[in-house]
């Protein structure tokens, strides 16, 4: 038999229940603070990618779903959905009427990593974007609102990481600082390392290899070189967060693995998890739309990785579909009319009824009504038919009624919504 694809995998009723709480809070939560909804597609043109996120990270080296596709058009698999997003602000113009935009957008992300709890080739992200300001409220308010977010679960065991990244104004002088402890410590890192090092040693302190981390351990801290305009940024972050109440660590080591983040940088970890303990990540991105084609616009962001958002959730919490509250059991084909009738009567009017549609013993039509939970059983036999009265159960007390045929779908409606 054929299976899915490896570090993919298939959400099941049963499980697709706490996906969709998760879904519906963040939704909510994301339009009360002024997000509107963006879908952009799941494939762009490799190029999009490669410039964004940036040649030489993992990501785009080693782990998109690139292709060819039979137009000879290099295609790839989103592995994030900023890029996407950041196209469709500049290609639709959005910043000609009004260059703030704030958006969201929920979906599948590709990435050919190495499966393994926590860690798939198939995620999904619940994605934040807010563009045309520069202000350092916008970045406390997006830490807040993920803090609220999580609160609003009831995911009570998170940390927000927070550090600066600087800008282009600060950057070099870390920059030459961190070449100069690089070069001390060459014959520790690893052969990826080595060769992004020259052109992109931040690369260098994001590398999850183990030897790698340990070698870069005492590396200078780039928040020791903000420049004063960074400095005040990351101080009304700070002081703004205090005020809000959520708490926070100042993550020196924290520097994120996509080129394109500039002062504020965030993750936010669980210890719910083990190792893969990130569950949500982001920060500014200040220079990326005009490295994309569009005007100077800041710009911030952020990603849930909503498998793992479930997988701490599915610790504590179980959400089941709701049962039917009536189950019609019918037998013959005259009931089975009458039955269906009425079930799709019923289902009209809001209220979730199943009925056999085979022809089952009465046995089996009343084991499968208690499995599905169902408050009510309607028993339509071919006695009920002659008699003109159907016999409603309720499966709790067991106590018995009669409901007469005609008019059955009216009284029904009534009584189960009384
Ligand atoms: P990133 O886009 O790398 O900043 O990731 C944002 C969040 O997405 C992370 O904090 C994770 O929670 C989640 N995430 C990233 N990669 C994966 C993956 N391969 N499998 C599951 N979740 C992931």
Same mark, same amino acid.
């Given at each position: 038999?054929i299976?899915?694809?490896?570090g993919?995998?298939?959400?099941?009723p049963?499980?697709v229940e706490?996906w969709?709480?998760?879904?519906?809070?963040?939704v909510?939560?994301f339009?009360?603070f002024?997000y509107? @909804?963006?879908r952009?597609?799941i494939?762009?043109? &490799?190029?999009?990618f490669a410039?964004?996120?940036g @040649?030489?990270?993992?990501?785009? =080296?080693?782990?998109m779903?690139t292709?060819?596709?039979?137009?000879g058009?290099q295609?790839?698999?989103r592995? =994030?959905?900023?890029?996407?997003? !950041?196209r469709?602000?500049?290609?639709?113009?959005?910043?000609?009427?009004?260059?703030?935009?704030?958006?969201?957008?929920?979906?599948?992300?590709?990435r050919? *990593?190495?499966?393994?709890k926590?860690?798939?080739?198939q995620?999904?992200?619940l994605?934040v974007?807010?563009?045309?300001i520069a202000?350092?409220?916008?970045?406390?308010?997006?830490?807040?609102?993920?803090?609220l977010l999580?609160?609003?679960?009831?995911?009570?065991?998170?940390?927000?990481?927070?550090?600066?990244?600087?800008?282009?104004? %600060?950057r070099p002088?870390f920059? *030459?600082?961190?070449?100069?402890?690089l070069?001390?410590?060459e014959?520790?890192?690893?052969?990826? %390392?080595l060769?992004?090092?020259?052109?992109?040693?931040?690369?260098v302190?994001?590398c999850? !290899?183990?030897? %790698?981390?340990?070698?870069?351990?005492d590396?200078?801290?780039?928040?020791?070189?903000? %420049? /004063?305009?960074?400095?005040?940024?990351?101080?009304?972050v &700070?002081?703004?967060? /205090?005020?809000?109440?959520v708490?926070?660590?100042?993550d020196?080591?924290?520097?994120?693995g996509?080129?394109?983040y500039?002062? /504020?940088?965030?993750?936010?970890?669980t /210890?719910?998890?083990?190792?893969q303990?990130?569950?949500?990540?982001?920060?500014?991105?200040?220079g990326?739309v005009?490295?994309?084609?569009?005007?100077p616009?800041?710009a911030?962001?952020?990603?849930?990785?909503?498998?793992?958002? !479930?997988?701490?959730?599915?610790?504590?919490?179980?959400?089941?579909?709701?049962s039917?509250?009536?189950?019609?059991?019918?037998l013959?084909e @005259?009931?089975k009319?009458?039955?269906f009738?009425?079930?799709?009567h019923?289902?009209?009017?809001?209220?979730?009824?199943?009925?056999e549609?085979g022809?089952k013993?009465?046995k089996?039509?009343?084991?499968?009504?208690?499995?599905?939970?169902?408050a009510?059983?309607?028993?339509?036999?071919?006695s *009920?038919?002659?008699t003109?009265?159907a !016999?409603?159960?309720?499966?709790?007390?067991?106590?018995?009624?009669?409901?007469?045929?005609?008019?059955?779908?009216?009284?029904?409606?009534?009584?189960?919504?009384?």
């Amino acid at each position: 038999m054929i299976q899915l694809i490896r570090g993919f995998k298939d959400i099941l009723p049963g499980e697709v229940e706490l996906w969709q709480h998760i879904e519906r809070t963040a939704v909510d939560l994301f339009t009360t603070f002024g997000y509107g @909804e963006i879908r952009v597609p799941i494939m762009e043109k &490799t190029e999009l990618f490669a410039r964004s996120i940036g @040649e030489d990270t993992d990501i785009v =080296e080693k782990e998109m779903y690139t292709f060819t596709d039979r137009g000879g058009d290099q295609l790839t698999l989103r592995p =994030e959905a900023t890029a996407s997003i !950041v196209r469709a602000y500049i290609q639709h113009k959005k910043y000609a009427d009004d260059p703030v935009h704030k958006l969201f957008t929920i979906g599948p992300m590709f990435r050919r *990593e190495r499966p393994q709890k926590g860690r798939y080739r198939q995620f999904y992200q619940l994605d934040v974007e807010a563009f045309g300001i520069a202000a350092p409220y916008i970045d406390a308010q997006m830490i807040h609102m993920l803090h609220l977010l999580f609160e609003r679960l009831g995911v009570s065991q998170t940390e927000a990481h927070i550090n600066s990244l600087g800008c282009p104004e %600060c950057r070099p002088h870390f920059r *030459e600082a961190l070449l100069q402890f690089l070069a001390g410590v060459e014959g520790r890192l690893c052969s990826d %390392c080595l060769r992004r090092k020259d052109r992109n040693p931040l690369r260098v302190l994001d590398c999850k !290899v183990p030897d %790698c981390r340990d070698a870069v351990a005492d590396a200078p801290a780039i928040i020791d070189y903000l %420049c /004063t305009d960074c400095q005040d940024h990351f101080k009304t972050v &700070t002081q703004s967060l /205090t005020r809000l109440k959520v708490p926070f660590f100042l993550d020196k080591r924290l520097v994120r693995g996509l080129d394109y983040y500039t002062r /504020t940088t965030f993750e936010i970890q669980t /210890t719910l998890l083990g190792a893969q303990s990130a569950v949500a990540g982001g920060g500014r991105y200040d220079g990326l739309v005009e490295a994309l084609g569009g005007p100077p616009t800041p710009a911030i962001g952020f990603a849930v990785g909503f498998d793992r958002l !479930v997988e701490v959730l599915a610790q504590s919490l179980t959400i089941t579909a709701p049962s039917p509250v009536l189950y019609i059991a019918a037998l013959g084909e @005259e009931a089975k009319n009458v039955a269906f009738d009425c079930a799709i009567h019923l289902g009209q009017a809001g209220l979730r009824v199943e009925m056999e549609y085979g022809d089952k013993s009465l046995k089996a039509q009343m084991k499968r009504a208690n499995r599905l939970g169902a408050a009510h059983v309607l028993i339509l036999g071919e006695s *009920e038919l002659a008699t003109g009265n159907a !016999v409603l159960r309720n499966m709790a007390t067991k106590a018995q009624s009669d409901f007469p045929l005609d008019g059955l779908a009216n009284a029904l409606e009534t009584m189960l919504r009384g």
